[in-house]
């Protein structure tokens, strides 16, 4: 079987624990090197793994990984022969070895392993793209598009007439970028479409006009975003997505919305027109927004609620449609305690007749 993914490098232990800033345990050997991760239950010698909760105690007593990242109080439990690594937050410290063994892992790369424009690619002869940069087969640059240098255009990618794309870009394969401003050391993974049309038209008793969309889509700096993800561009003013946000895979952001900075946007949310999102909100997975809602900055959304009210700054919020966290907490309680109630008494025999 292929093993698609393969570490750039290898470490020491000294190297890992001068980066990860862990304790290195008396008489581990330092030189040891790792070439790779994994979790305790099936890690091999040049493995590294961690351990931050009680739950995985026993994965641990039988572990052969080479070296493990754990908290002070499990640290004696590690049997013989395997390096300890000390530190308060083994997972984060596990996270930066990672990146460390797996650079290349960190935005998607050329599919056919090319460098400069592979022959087969279509690029305007008005197009301006700077140096270093990589265009696989079959995709397409349109007139007056400007790339910016490092970035990587993958296979059947289609970047639009006057399309701005900044310096170290990964655009994967078969995204489609229309009126749209895209800042530096963006990912868009494969499938992803950035400004289509948004969804807009005027009822009327003989049918739907269309509504012209007139803006664009403006990614900032940092921004990743998820497999088929779909961000519409503006009808009246931009779609703008705030620097260092990340949007999971199958998310829909519609016209003339405002994501703030660092936010994170989970699998299957689904944003209406004219949404504001605050910098470092976060929404779980298939929240549904209403259009023109206002969503405080820090604001955290849980999982499949319904959002049709503006929601304040720092607001932990769930259910459907959403409401403050204790509130939905309470209302669930409650329905519960009717439904045991009611159980109860249709098992409870019925007085006799007069």
């Known amino acids: 079987m292929p093993d698609f993914v393969r570490p750039d490098r290898e470490m020491t232990l000294g190297e890992i624990a001068a980066l990860t800033r862990a304790k290195l345990r008396a008489g581990d050997p330092v030189e040891r090197r790792i070439g790779n991760i994994a979790p305790l239950d099936t890690a091999t010698a040049s493995d590294i793994s961690f351990l931050d909760n009680s739950k995985y105690l026993g994965d641990l007593s039988g572990t052969r990984a080479g070296a493990c990242l754990i908290t002070p109080r499990f640290a004696a439990s590690a049997p013989r022969g395997v390096a300890v690594l000390e530190t308060a937050h083994p997972y984060p410290a596990f996270v930066a070895v990672t990146r460390a063994l797996f650079p290349t892992m960190l935005r998607p790369s050329s599919l056919y392993g090319v460098s400069g424009r592979a022959t087969a690619s279509h690029v305007h002869h008005t197009a301006r793209l700077e140096a270093n940069i990589i265009v696989d087969p079959l995709a397409v640059i349109g007139p007056r598009a400007q790339i910016g240098a490092g970035t990587v255009i993958a296979a059947s990618a289609v970047v639009g007439p006057d399309v701005c794309i900044g310096r170290d870009c990964a655009i994967g394969a078969g995204v489609t970028i229309m009126h749209a401003l895209i800042g530096d050391r963006v990912i868009i993974h494969p499938g992803t479409r950035l400004g289509q049309d948004g969804f807009g038209y005027l009822p009327s008793p003989r049918g739907h006009q269309k509504i012209p969309q007139t803006r664009r889509v403006i990614i900032q700096d940092d921004v990743e975003i998820g497999a088929n993800t779909t961000i519409d561009r503006g009808a009246t003013r931009d779609t703008v ?3 260092g946000t990340k949007i999971d895979n ?8 405002l994501i703030g900075r660092h936010c994170l946007i989970v699998s299957q949310v689904g944003i209406s027109g004219s949404v504001t999102v605050g910098d470092f909100a976060i929404l779980g997975g298939q929240v549904g927004v209403a259009d023109h809602i206002t969503i405080g900055a820090g604001a955290m959304l849980g999982a499949r609620a319904g959002v049709m009210s503006n929601v304040p700054a720092g ?3 769930g259910g459907f ?4 966290g204790g509130d939905w907490k309470r209302g669930v309680a409650t329905v519960r305690r009717l439904v045991r109630r009611g159980r109860k008494s249709e098992k409870e025999p019925e007085g006799e007749g007069e």
Not at 250 to 257: D, K, P, T
Not at 321 to 324: D, G, K, L, T, V
């Open 241 to 243: 997505i705030g620097e």
């Open 321 to 324: 449609p959403a409401e403050p």
């Open 250 to 257: 199958l998310v829909q952001i519609g016209h003339n919305c």
């Open 315 to 317: 607001a932990r919020w």
